[in-house]
T-cell receptor, first 111, second 114 residues
Framework: RKEVEQDPGPFNVPEGATVAFNCTYS??????FFWYRQDCRKEPKLLMS???SGNEDGRFTAQLNRASQYISLLIRDSKLSDSATYLC????????????FGKGTRLSVIA | DVKVTQSSRYLVKRTGEKVFLECVQD?????MFWYRQDPGLGLRLIYF???????EKGDIPEGYSVSREKKERFSLILESASTNQTSMYLC?????????????FGEGSRLTVL
């Protein structure tokens, strides 16, 4: 089983729609979780961290389900500018091993 | 703001050439990383470093080496470039423990090997 799995998409949604992505991870010992955003031909940038209690930042909500080993990202009232690839990132089991990136989910918001 | 600068945005090299990709960060970060990104394969870790003169292999180190002589600089070296090393190369840095915290990426170096 791959460490981090995401649906590659693309998710094509109209402006104003609500869209949700899930990401599953294989290591039950993982402790830190993040969503990164990568615009076309740009570098990835941190979008938000995912806390056990959930995390909300404006139109974006991230949640963690440890029992089922997945994290989710919900985007409400989608904007054209939300079009990007969203990367799920988790820590592996070892103390100093770097973060593990999913392959990303592509979102296209259509006018 | 943290800035990670990669020396070359676009390079075209020939098979067998030695290639140097330079990365400099200006925020005194301990950790530095080199990834390559290919369509359908996502980001794959080549090498990383937690301190000066220290390096660790990532998931795909074959055909690459690295150098970290100064804290702010992490270089990726392709001793003899091959066509399958055509890719986007991304350098990143972070503060604190390597598996927590925010990674700051450079803009990437797109390498084409002919």
């Amino acid at each position: 089983r791959k460490e981090v799995e995401q649906d590659p998409g693309p998710f094509n949604v109209p402006e104003g729609a609500t869209v949700a992505f899930n990401c599953t991870y294989s290591n039950s010992a993982s402790q830190s979780f993040f969503w990164y955003r990568q615009d076309c031909r740009k570098e990835p940038k941190l979008l938000m961290s995912v806390y056990s209690s959930g995390n909300e930042d404006g139109r974006f909500t991230a949640q963690l389900n440890r029992a089922s080993q997945y994290i989710s990202l919900l985007i409400r009232d989608s904007k054209l500018s939300d079009s990007a690839t969203y990367l799920c990132v988790v820590t592996p089991n070892s103390g100093n091993t770097p973060l593990v990136f999913g392959k990303g989910t592509r979102l296209s918001v259509i006018a | 703001d943290v800035k990670v600068t990669q020396s070359s945005r676009y390079l075209v090299k020939r098979t067998g050439e030695k290639v140097f990709l330079e990365c400099v960060q200006d925020m005194d970060h301990e950790n530095m990383f080199w990834y390559r990104q290919d369509p359908g394969l996502g980001l794959r870790l080549i090498y990383f470093s937690y301190d000066v003169k220290m390096k660790e292999k990532g998931d795909i180190p074959e055909g690459y080496s690295v150098s970290r002589e100064k804290k702010e600089r992490f270089s990726l070296i392709l001793e003899s470039a091959s066509t399958n090393q055509t890719s986007m190369y991304l350098c990143a840095s972070s503060l604190g423990r390597p598996n927590t915290g925010e990674l700051f990426f450079g803009e990437g170096s797109r390498l084409t090997v002919l």
